[in-house]
């Protein structure tokens, strides 16, 4: 979660959580709504994890860096969406001063990894079709692990020390609010880091895949029908990474369409003016939405996490050996 600089002084003054002002049915509907978006965001983005992990076939470089954004997704869905919709609803932080710190934490680890991950899936699109043959030498399931881990080490690391450095561990007595404190410059670093860099290089990389696709396709276009077996096959291989591309790139621009107002509100709209503060609210909802729609593409679009959907529900994924099961 990127953040404008919040001046601490200002944050934490008297403040007394203000009553219920609707209906006892509004407020229930509220928490199922909540608690509904929660459980789909939990249960679609297990249902991720578990068919890349169990089936072999599945355990390709592109399919680990889905599983990574799978996992942060599953953590907005546990930590991060229960807190953030439960202060929405209560108008008020009733989770305590160190439930703050954990959730500020989890929610900016999930969202670098998040967005760092999408960096990576876009690099990974753009080596297998502007390379094939180094990213099929170079490109190994150890690789791609090692990436991922390092990705995620760095954002705990950056995180922690991001939260550190400003005073977020030993500044906890804020009742009923739940703020972080970022200075200026940690600020700027962090919108660097954390948008700026990864979604400038997200946007050139997939424009150049496009550019990649369409002139495959018309490579293809200006083949003979009748050709021999290898070239074939390798019109079989181009087009399942073409139609590869093309579903991550959905899964991008959706994500982008998702980041981008939260950071523009963050931008735009300073924490002082409170009459603007609910789009601000509605931005971040939007973002955090995000982590639900994702399972929802895979769904969508991917057949293998169709078929993998089917095994899992089923039952059939306890069948010994059902992990060599044919997904693809």
């Known amino acids: 979660m990127n953040v404008k600089a919040v001046n601490q002084s200002n944050v ?3 403040y007394s959580c203000p009553e219920r002002s609707v209906s006892l ?3 229930v509907i509220l928490y199922v709504a909540a608690a509904t978006v929660s459980l789909l965001t939990v249960c679609g983005n297990l249902l ?3 068919s890349v992990s169990h089936f072999n076939q599945l355990h390709t470089p592109a399919n680990i860096l889905i599983l990574s954004l799978a996992v942060s997704d599953l953590l907005v869905g546990v930590f ?10 209560e108008s008020c932080w009733t989770s305590g001063p160190m439930m703050c710190l954990f959730f500020n934490f989890v929610t900016f680890q999930a969202t670098s990894v998040s967005v760092h991950t999408v960096a990576l899936i876009a690099v990974d699109r753009f080596l297998a079709l502007s390379s094939p043959f180094l990213y099929s030498e170079k490109i190994s399931l150890t690789v791609i692990c090692i990436v991922t881990l ?3 080490l760095f954002s705990l690391i950056y995180n922690f ?3 550190f450095v400003n005073g977020n561990f030993t500044n906890l007595m804020c009742p009923g609010k739940c ?6 410059v940690s600020s700027l670093i962090d919108l660097l880091i954390v948008l700026l860099m990864p979604c400038t290089l997200i946007i050139i990389l997939y424009t150049h895949v496009f550019v990649i696709v369409k002139r495959h396709v018309t490579a293809i276009r200006a083949l003979q029908v009748h050709n021999s077996t290898g070239a074939s096959k390798n019109r079989v291989s181009d087009k399942s990474e073409r139609k590869a591309a093309i579903l991550l790139g959905i899964l991008v621009i959706v994500f982008l369409l998702c980041l981008l107002p939260h950071y523009i509100c963050s931008l735009v709209i300073p924490y002082s003016n409170v009459d603007l503060f609910y789009l601000r609210d509605v931005a971040v909802i939007f973002f955090f939405l995000n982590s639900t729609i994702n399972p929802i593409i895979y769904a969508l679009f991917y057949s293998w996490f169709q078929k993998s959907l089917k095994l899992i529900f089923t039952f059939k994924v306890f069948n010994k ?6 997904v693809l």
Do not use: A, H, K
């Open 179 to 184: 703020f972080y404190f970022i200075d200026g």
């Open 161 to 163: 020390t991001l939260l």
């Open 12 to 14: 934490c003054q008297e």
């Open 80 to 89: 991060v969406m229960p807190l953030f919709l439960s202060r929405l609803i």
């Open 321 to 326: 050996d059902s992990s060599l099961t044919n």
């Open 150 to 152: 390092f990705n995620w």
């Open 48 to 50: 991720v994890i578990i």
């Open 25 to 27: 049915s509004v407020y």
